[in-house]
């Protein structure tokens, strides 16, 4: 028998709305119409303006025929349409398939026939990848391609700006689709729902205390993960969307100072083009502006450099399966007194739980018990709540397996310490066996990064008849230096024992992927027959 | 047939997890175990003591056979037990019923047999009205009462300070029950659930842009409301709860300085108690408080006087059926730059609809069409949204009938401007009709409000042999002020049409709830034979 509290107390029209960020971008223009929405370069556009132009979107998308459930790809760079994508194609019902624009026309023509894609939007910039892609895809279903410039601007032109569209009818309905890079075969397509990217859109603001109107820097791109959710949640504060197109740091730094920029995201290397950029660059530039870094813990070094700027950096910590940033490393007031190296030690961990995230939590995949939170005890760290995607799009096994026991897990080893803070030991893949003993190839790195000569560094195993694996690492300096690997070797010396000490050492640009990701899948291939300086 | 996104991609335990404010305790004292959560006194007690305590709490729930959907009520002011009532009880699966504290036992006596309460937890201070209210039940349902100092002590120390709460089975499961005041009629027993319990405490922190780690006076009753979600809100921040027994202008003002408080709530009568307080008292105040306002809109003094102790006012509007405040009068820079007369104009507006509640409209409630925003045409200000009742209990056909046509009728009148912003005409049974002239109670008050002698006013129809009705002014004079009912009537006449003016002035103090409200309902019985000055 249904107790009193579950009698005649059902849902309504009155009492229950689906939860969606396109909520977000409709109460902006509500109350902050002539609030500005978008900057790039001389473009200035207000809430109200970029809400009518979602709507006109979403309407063109409506008449072309497409709605709940179809595909829209968009292969876009930080501009505009990409902002407005994010809102008009679900208001279509429609879901977003930001692509990777650094991917080739392989990768491109098979996520277009994966996703079933029946519409894309394309910069200039991308058509001639673009092109390629079209022309490679199995799939005979009809797919309209649409100009990011003058094309789009037709497009739209001929939609509604007072369109009625309408919230999903269940907050589950997928928004976006987002294939993760997959460094082993296929893509697999992640699809997100209205109530998870309006709910890590609500934790950003959280985590970041954002207040209302921030003006954010588009340093990190909008394909990854939806920008973090980043586009809902700017929407949520009625704050700027500073596009930009090309990640550079005099473009960057520009920005910055012209426009007032309080909030931006990027990989270390991002933050690292500010913190290393000319001294006559970073003159003048505003203090408080606060950066979220994920992708690689922020060494020391970045650290110290962002506090010389007067910047607030917080460490977070995510893949594309949790809509981006699922930990943080929440600080504590605590450690402002601890020095530099200490305070490195800390933010570095991947730290606790997004604010409205269920749970996370390093687990032993075996027992699927927690593991003792000691600081040792290894285990993969593992997620449940609402930022965990639906799952794989068309591959129930990689589903099940992703969600095993209830929980998401994430392929990343790590050590939970007495704090409660996760900390990344390695990914599976990125363990080093040197006669029968575990090297984290992390743990070599953070050392190398320690040295004041390395701009960016990656260790990963490299064959060796005797030992089985050896530590090789790949190394690249700072302009000017003139580092031999005997000194670098030696410095690691200092900090590690023997075993984890890199046998080898290649210097050189490191290859990284869009996301400012360093490609130890090309490392790995290197390794096995590199020119290394073995030492 | 299901589209490809939704296939094989349905909720687990891995993707989803109830909405809950429970998460957000949690998630404090995992994270900020050490920081202070409860300040009452010269006690002080840790998130991780606090949540240990409300987990023993919920474990003696459980041990006593409380269990989901029983009603567990409370009978306190805003002490520590209170702030524990909200995350025990529901820890328990039960549903917390926060008694207003000035009810008479009538009132508590029916409250307690309508809500089925099976326990209940009463301050000593409150213990006589318990005491007749229990003599006063009609139910013959067993009713274990707990005393809020030894009792409950003993009562916690039983249970498990690591009890394994759950969260609820499903979040539109019911968290509390609060009855409306009711002016006519048995209370009706509005239950919220715990999706939007969160979704309030959140929308709470994003209207007022709260950081991390607030400072919280007490001075809104958390029985109200539950102190419009505010308990959750402070969890979900990890912040403090300075507790205050008794809201009086030197506890206040000593709290600020003492804790450093940096939010509170309350009617315009709390806010007037700091601006009012002798200057001596108001010495060494802090700056940039953020207060929020509800009940009745500031009148321009009130939004001065603020401005001149520095502290940062904002104007919310809301009723119990919608978790407390619904809407804000969310400010606009442009706004800064208006002489007070306009800004107090501007934010005498209840505004626009919370952050994540879906809309809140003014409607011809015959039509159930919107009225169109021109500031003038009346219509009836309506809700829909997660922040929004699941219902009356045991009450299907006033749940009906508030919710008609998919909509939440709150009963107040109002016109919607063109930018959007709400303002009340009247709650529709505060219209006086005068000769067949509608007059607004509340554009007579807000002219009364405008003199400068004038602490309070409040304005109900007094029968009228020739008119029907006509006006009657109550009103407390500031201290010292010699003002004449003649004076008064002649600033009146100054901004308001003949027939608007009131008729009858009467002098003293006036009568209020616990929340502050001025209670017209016993204002209305005096104007029928009060012995009003005839002017």
Known sequence: MAGIFDQDLGR???NFAPISPLSFIERAAEVYPQRTAVVHGSLRRTWAETYARC??????????????GDTVAVMLPNTPPMVEAHF?????????????????????AFMLDHGEAK????????????DRALALRQSKRELRVIDAEAGYEDFIAAGDPGFAWQLPADEWDAIALNYTSGTTGNPKGVVYH????????????LEWDMPKHPVYLWTLPMFHCNGWCFPWAIAARAGVNVCLRKVEAQAIIDAIKAHGVTHYCGAPIVHGMLVNAPDELKQGLPAGVKAMVAGAAPPASLIEGMEKLGFDLTHVYGLTEVYGPATACAKHEEWDGLDIGERARLNARQGVRYHLQRSARVIDPQTMQPVAMDGETMGEIMFRGNITMKGYLKNPKATAEAFAGG?????????QFPDGYIKIKDRSKDIIISGGENISSIEVEDVLYRHPDVLAAAVVAKPDPKWGETPCAFVELKAGSALTAEELVAHCRKHLAGFKVPKAVVFGELPKTSTGKIQKVELRKKAGSAAAIDV
Chains 1, 2 share one sequence.
């Open 12 to 14: 309504n029209e009155a």
């Open 55 to 68: 709507r006109q979107l979403a309407s063109a998308l409506t008449n072309a025929g497409l709605g709940k």
């Open 88 to 108: 008009g194609i679900p208001m279509a019902g429609a879901v977003l398939n930001a692509l990777n624009t650094r991917l080739d026309a392989e990768a491109i």
């Open 119 to 130: 519409l894309v939007i394309v910069d200039p910039e991308f058509a001639p990848v673009m």
């Open 194 to 205: 209205h109530r998870g990217a309006a709910i890590n859109a609500i934790s950003n603001i």
């Open 407 to 415: 929980w998401y897990h994430t392929g990343d080893l790590a050590v």
